[in-house]
């Protein structure tokens, strides 16, 4: 009988495999380029500049300084840490932990930033125009990352020498931009490149827009989605329609949400003022909230907030959403839309689990499990750079195996495994183990004993070292 301590250092040291993953290789990059947009994406929503067009290379690179905790002073923060993936790269905590405190305001999602009608100006308060002049920000921030010169803390000078310093960065850098040389302005282009390339666009609500023709205008909003519940389609009324008022109250039609977060990117066009949240998480009174992100993926695939709503966090429901919209209290900043909306919303129970029903339709599953958008670190913090000029290659644990279906139901199968025999391993996002099990071949595992989530698998080779590591989503 192992004791209680073996049993953990045992779990311990599951959690620390779990983790390790910490290769590129520069011989098959991931696609960052040419992914598949639904079709009411045309060329003239992509915002990306004409200058710095997602390429693999630097996309790859914009990757690894994404999740690197080596661009915080004190080494322990990376802007994953406030972004992570498993929360479609917002965060279940009220606020994000820096080097030096917590973040003032909520981390906002990441969501489709490459094209217009998802995002257009950046931050909360719309204070940033581009991508690449926002992505090295957070680093120079004294309470995010701490390069920031504040009170003798260093900075970004000093945090170009010490990446000079790490051998991955010289083959990623030479590799992406033809010369080992560091600047901001490189760091600022690749991690734009990255977070650009985060898409979501494999929501129920996308298969249902496209049935009925979707169209970049958001035509055919209205129209019923096929493959949508009535209490979805309901919801879905509610939201693209205005409200029936007599003088403020609202005596029936929808509930105006449209108006600001517009399909169906379900953004905030920029001209946007306040909704009436004016308080800052720690009590002070702010009126230039005019943004939200857009309102994709506010729900995770197993059907939980993936965090608190509004830049405060005031809403720790969605049906908290609803009771700030239900009785709108004016100031001097609120966008003259709200009008729109009145005084009362008289929001019935079933309307309120329309609305909420059709909000979980616009959650996608791919923006979660895609191992592109995922930590190419080990636990312990390091990377090996592979392939491009130098020519190793493991035997297993850079080969491409892909799950499916993801989501998956009772079933889930493994492509691209070539042995014979193969153990997996299935841990939830706490990184508990939840489920062992023997992969032959092509047969399928059996997950149907499993909640609702997103969940990491991590496939070995019997008797072998390799493995790989791979997540879907349960439903
Ligand atoms: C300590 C937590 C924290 C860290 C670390 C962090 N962020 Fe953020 N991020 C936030 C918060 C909070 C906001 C909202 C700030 C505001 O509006 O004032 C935000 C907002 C953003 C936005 C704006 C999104 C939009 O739709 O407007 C982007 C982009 C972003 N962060 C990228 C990054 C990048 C890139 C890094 C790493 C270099 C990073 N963040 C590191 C907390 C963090
Ligand atoms: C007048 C414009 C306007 C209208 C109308 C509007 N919103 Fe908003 N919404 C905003 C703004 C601005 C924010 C960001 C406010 C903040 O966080 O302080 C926001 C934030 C949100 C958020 C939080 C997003 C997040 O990531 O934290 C949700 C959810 C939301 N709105 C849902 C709705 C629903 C549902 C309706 C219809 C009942 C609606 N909104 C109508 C402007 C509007």
Redesign the pocket.
Same mark, same amino acid.
């Given at each position: 009988m192992p004791t209680p301590t073996k049993i953990k250092i045992i779990s311990l040291l599951f959690m620390l495999l779990l983790f390790i993953s910490g290769t590129i290789d520069l011989d098959d990059l991931f696609d960052y380029e040419n992914q598949e947009v639904p079709a009411y994406i045309g060329p003239e929503l992509d915002r990306q500049p004409v200058d710095n067009q997602v390429d693999n290379k630097i996309a790859t690179l914009g990757r690894v300084?994404?999740y690197d905790k080596k661009?915080?002073s004190d080494n322990s923060?990376?802007?994953?840490?406030?972004?992570d993936q498993n929360r479609a790269f917002g965060?279940t905590e009220l606020?994000?932990?820096?080097?030096n405190g917590?973040? #003032? #305001?909520?981390?906002?999602?990441?969501?489709n930033?490459r094209y217009k009608k998802f995002?257009e100006?950046?931050?909360?308060?719309? #204070?940033?125009e581009t991508?690449e002049e926002?992505?090295?920000?957070?680093?120079k921030?004294h309470?995010?990352?701490g390069y920031s010169g504040v009170n003798g803390a260093p900075v970004f000078s000093d945090l170009i020498g010490d990446l000079e310093d790490l051998a991955y960065y010289s083959s990623l850098f030479t590799f992406a931009y033809g010369d080992n040389a560091i600047t901001e302005d490189r760091i600022g282009r690749a991690?734009?490149q990255f977070?650009r390339s985060i898409q979501s666009f494999d929501a129920r609500f996308d298969a249902g827009y496209e049935a009925v023709g979707a169209d970049d205008d958001g035509a055919n909003l209205t129209v019923d989605f096929p493959n949508f519940t009535s209490e979805e389609n309901r919801g879905k009324l509610l939201f693209f329609t205005d409200p029936n008022l007599f003088e403020t109250e609202r005596i029936g039609g929808g509930v105006g949400c449209f108006h600001c977060h517009s399909g169906p990117g379900f953004h905030f066009l920029p001209e946007g003022q306040n909704n009436g949240v004016i308080t800052e998480i720690e009590g002070d009174e702010v009126l230039t909230?005019t943004?939200s992100?857009?309102l994709r993926d506010i729900f995770g695939p197993d059907g939980s907030l993936n965090g608190p709503l509004f830049?405060n966090g005031q809403a720790e429901t969605f049906d908290e959403v609803v009771d700030h919209y239900d009785m709108l209290i004016p100031n001097i900043h609120s966008d003259g839309r709200l009008e729109i909306l009145g005084s009362n919303l008289h929001l019935s129970p079933t309307e309120r689990a329309d609305l909420e029903a059709f909000v979980k339709t616009l959650t996608g599953v791919n923006i979660y499990t895609d191992e592109k958008y995922s930590d190419p670190f080990d636990a312990d913090g390091n990377i090996e750079v592979i392939g491009g000029t130098v020519n190793i290659r493991p035997a297993f644990g850079t080969q491409r195996v892909v799950l499916f279906p993801n989501p998956a139901q009772n079933f889930i199968k493994f492509e691209g495994l070539n042995a014979e025999i193969y153990d997996a391993e299935i841990y939830d996002v706490n990184g508990r183990l939840v489920l062992t099990a023997e992969i032959f071949g092509k047969t399928a595992t059996d997950v149907s004993g499993l909640e609702k989530g997103v969940y990491s698998v991590r496939i070995a080779e019997k008797g072998g070292e390799g493995f790989v590591l791979r997540k879907f989503v349960k439903n």
């Amino acid at each position: 009988m192992p004791t209680p301590t073996k049993i953990k250092i045992i779990s311990l040291l599951f959690m620390l495999l779990l983790f390790i993953s910490g290769t590129i290789d520069l011989d098959d990059l991931f696609d960052y380029e040419n992914q598949e947009v639904p079709a009411y994406i045309g060329p003239e929503l992509d915002r990306q500049p004409v200058d710095n067009q997602v390429d693999n290379k630097i996309a790859t690179l914009g990757r690894v300084l994404f999740y690197d905790k080596k661009l915080s002073s004190d080494n322990s923060v990376s802007c994953a840490s406030c972004h992570d993936q498993n929360r479609a790269f917002g965060l279940t905590e009220l606020q994000g932990t820096g080097v030096n405190g917590l973040s #003032r #305001r909520r981390p906002m999602r990441l969501v489709n930033l490459r094209y217009k009608k998802f995002t257009e100006l950046f931050f909360w308060d719309e #204070r940033t125009e581009t991508l690449e002049e926002l992505a090295t920000q957070p680093i120079k921030d004294h309470v995010e990352m701490g390069y920031s010169g504040v009170n003798g803390a260093p900075v970004f000078s000093d945090l170009i020498g010490d990446l000079e310093d790490l051998a991955y960065y010289s083959s990623l850098f030479t590799f992406a931009y033809g010369d080992n040389a560091i600047t901001e302005d490189r760091i600022g282009r690749a991690l734009a490149q990255f977070m650009r390339s985060i898409q979501s666009f494999d929501a129920r609500f996308d298969a249902g827009y496209e049935a009925v023709g979707a169209d970049d205008d958001g035509a055919n909003l209205t129209v019923d989605f096929p493959n949508f519940t009535s209490e979805e389609n309901r919801g879905k009324l509610l939201f693209f329609t205005d409200p029936n008022l007599f003088e403020t109250e609202r005596i029936g039609g929808g509930v105006g949400c449209f108006h600001c977060h517009s399909g169906p990117g379900f953004h905030f066009l920029p001209e946007g003022q306040n909704n009436g949240v004016i308080t800052e998480i720690e009590g002070d009174e702010v009126l230039t909230i005019t943004k939200s992100p857009s309102l994709r993926d506010i729900f995770g695939p197993d059907g939980s907030l993936n965090g608190p709503l509004f830049h405060n966090g005031q809403a720790e429901t969605f049906d908290e959403v609803v009771d700030h919209y239900d009785m709108l209290i004016p100031n001097i900043h609120s966008d003259g839309r709200l009008e729109i909306l009145g005084s009362n919303l008289h929001l019935s129970p079933t309307e309120r689990a329309d609305l909420e029903a059709f909000v979980k339709t616009l959650t996608g599953v791919n923006i979660y499990t895609d191992e592109k958008y995922s930590d190419p670190f080990d636990a312990d913090g390091n990377i090996e750079v592979i392939g491009g000029t130098v020519n190793i290659r493991p035997a297993f644990g850079t080969q491409r195996v892909v799950l499916f279906p993801n989501p998956a139901q009772n079933f889930i199968k493994f492509e691209g495994l070539n042995a014979e025999i193969y153990d997996a391993e299935i841990y939830d996002v706490n990184g508990r183990l939840v489920l062992t099990a023997e992969i032959f071949g092509k047969t399928a595992t059996d997950v149907s004993g499993l909640e609702k989530g997103v969940y990491s698998v991590r496939i070995a080779e019997k008797g072998g070292e390799g493995f790989v590591l791979r997540k879907f989503v349960k439903n």
